[in-house]
């Protein structure tokens, strides 16, 4: 049987998880619908477009904006065309908008001190993720950073998770995966880890709790009611 008491470390997601990084998303696929003659998206829909990395969001963008299928052929060959132009707007605004959520900061000061290993396990492509997390001033805290593109298979395959069970050597037991996202939860349980799903982040529209995650919370500071002595 899982136990709290067992755990002794956490995989944190990144984008709805520790930093709200949708107003740079925004900049950066309206410039890039921009430079293709579609109107801009809102703030609403590219939130519920995030999550499966950002070949996939820009996808749903197009698709969107031109009415196209997301399988069609041709909004295929224009994704092709248009994600190096995405890939660049987003590179100019990284952390212009974007900012920490309420409690991480701190939170991750605790579990550090508490003795907690920490990694990131995102769909973010990794150019992106260390810079941002060095702008944050929290790159210190993880010893291991697996992005969308570190291995074959990216969230909800649970590879990135089994990949860090290895190479911590951990038994399944032992491991954490904290999220906003349903592929958070899908791919802890794909790795027989436990998880904790937060309600503030990007979930589709969804509940997180329809995913049944070990438990919920709704901010990040009380993820350490689970771990942390109180």
Known sequence: ??????????????????????????VATNATLA???????????????????????????????????????????????TMPQFLRNYGENLQKHSRLYPG??????????????????????????????TAFGIDGFFSEVLAGD??????????????LLKQWKLEASHLLMVGDSKNDIFAAKGANVMSIGLTYGYNYGEDIGLSHPDAVCEHFADIGQYLLPQ
Do not use: C
């Open 104 to 133: 991480v900061l701190a939170t991750l000061q605790q579990l550090t001190e508490a003795g907690f290993k920490l990694a990131i396990v995102t769909n973010k492509p990794y150019r992106f993720t260390v810079p941002l997390l």
């Open 35 to 81: 430079q293709s003659q579609y109107p801009p998206v809102t703030d609403a829909l590219v939130r519920s477009w995030v999550g499966n990395g950002a070949k996939m969001l820009m996808q749903r963008a197009l698709s969107y904006s031109s009415s196209m299928a997301e399988d069609s052929p041709e909004l295929q060959a224009m994704l092709e065309q």
């Open 1 to 26: 049987m899982m136990q709290w008491s067992n755990i002794s470390a956490i995989a944190f997601d990144l984008d709805g998880t520790l930093i709200d990084s949708v107003p740079d998303l925004v």
């Open 150 to 163: 570190s291995l074959a298979k990216m969230k909800p395959d649970p590879m990135p998770l089994q990949h």
